[in-house]
């Protein structure tokens, strides 16, 4: 089973508090059973969340181990679609959220997410979130 890891899962067990040390745990199983999926647009976002210049080399040094899955013309005009059909529902969202749904729904991949928006877009996408 492959698990596309969002931004915010990333973002929590990096901070290592407490309170989100399930979601580190979790992750750390994931790694260690290599199963994550980075894309692109995930490192990105990952990566401009650290100011402090020897911070953001060490991180992104550690992220190199994730290879960046390959993101499609295909891929882009079904995150388009998905847009498209959730504002039509009255949901918005981001178009880096969409382009996620969109590699999720396309490759059979879970989405291993904190972010509740993405409970709204499965009520219309063919998306499997991952539950730890």
Same mark, same amino acid.
């Given at each position: 089973?492959?698990?596309i890891v969002d931004t915010?899962v990333?973002?929590?067990?990096? /901070?290592?508090?407490?309170s989100?040390?399930?979601?580190a745990? !979790?992750?750390? @199983? +994931?790694?260690t059973n290599n ?6 647009p995930? /490192?990105?976002?990952i990566?401009?969340g650290?100011a402090?210049? !020897?911070?953001? @080399? +060490?991180l992104k040094?550690?992220?190199a181990?994730?290879t960046?899955f390959?993101?499609?013309t295909?891929h882009?005009?079904t995150?388009a679609?998905?847009?498209?059909l ?6 918005q969202?981001?178009h880096t959220?969409?382009?996620i749904c ?5 490759e ?8 509740k928006d993405?409970?709204?877009y499965?009520?219309?996408?063919d998306?499997r979130l991952?539950?730890?």
């Amino acid at each position: 089973m492959s698990v596309i890891v969002d931004t915010c899962v990333w973002s929590s067990a990096l /901070r290592r508090k407490k309170s989100d040390q399930h979601i580190a745990a !979790k992750l750390t @199983e +994931l790694i260690t059973n290599n199963q994550v999926v980075m894309l692109g647009p995930i /490192r990105q976002e990952i990566l401009s969340g650290v100011a402090d210049l !020897k911070q953001f @080399e +060490l991180l992104k040094n550690h992220l190199a181990a994730f290879t960046d899955f390959p993101i499609t013309t295909a891929h882009y005009q079904t995150a388009a679609c998905f847009f498209n059909l959730c504002r039509s529902k009255g949901i918005q969202g981001s178009h880096t959220d969409f382009l996620i749904c969109a590699v999720s729904a396309m490759e059979s991949m879970q989405l291993y997410t904190t972010d509740k928006d993405f409970t709204h877009y499965q009520a219309h996408l063919d998306i499997r979130l991952f539950t730890d």
